[in-house]
């Protein structure tokens, strides 16, 4: 299921950007989010961890030259931290309830999402994203023959 939704994420990525000319924050976002749309703590913790790597990026740009290829591998690296550092050194994983755990999606995701925040707003990724990773979510769902998603 993990193959539909992230291949069916990367076409419609394409696809998105191609008709609308807004990237879906990274041509793997989108399947990885829509794996995850029955969980809202993932979710949360995955726009945490983006909006902070936004800010290390943005902080860091003040004191050295950042663009392209730089900013990319500086966003999916200070992601990959700050999302480690949420699932594993902030009481293993930060639990808010019982069952409710703040943790990000993936490694990668978080970085790229940030990267976009940074390429074309904050306010286009989210939606872009939001968009792109329901109608992928439903296209598994009729993939799947109406099953939902776990």
Do not use: C, H
Request: proline share 2%; glycine share 10%.
């Amino acid at each position: 299921m993990v193959e539909i939704a992230v291949g069916l994420g990367v076409a419609f990525s394409l696809v998105f950007a191609e008709i609308f000319g807004v990237a879906a924050g990274g041509i793997v976002v989108p399947g990885y989010i829509a794996l995850n749309l029955n969980n809202i703590w993932t979710l949360a913790g995955t726009l945490v961890v983006a909006f902070v790597t936004f800010g290390a990026v943005r902080l860091t740009s003040l004191f050295v030259f950042i663009y392209g290829r730089r900013r990319l591998v500086l966003a999916i690296l200070f992601g990959f931290i700050f999302g480690a550092a949420l699932r594993n050194l902030v009481a293993d994983p930060v639990y808010i309830a019982s069952d409710i755990r703040l943790e990000a999606i993936g490694y990668i995701i978080p970085g790229l999402i940030a990267n976009w925040f940074e390429r074309q707003g904050i306010l286009r990724t989210i939606a872009a994203v939001t968009i792109a990773s329901v109608v992928v979510r439903l296209l598994v769902m009729i993939i799947m023959g109406g099953k939902l998603l776990a």
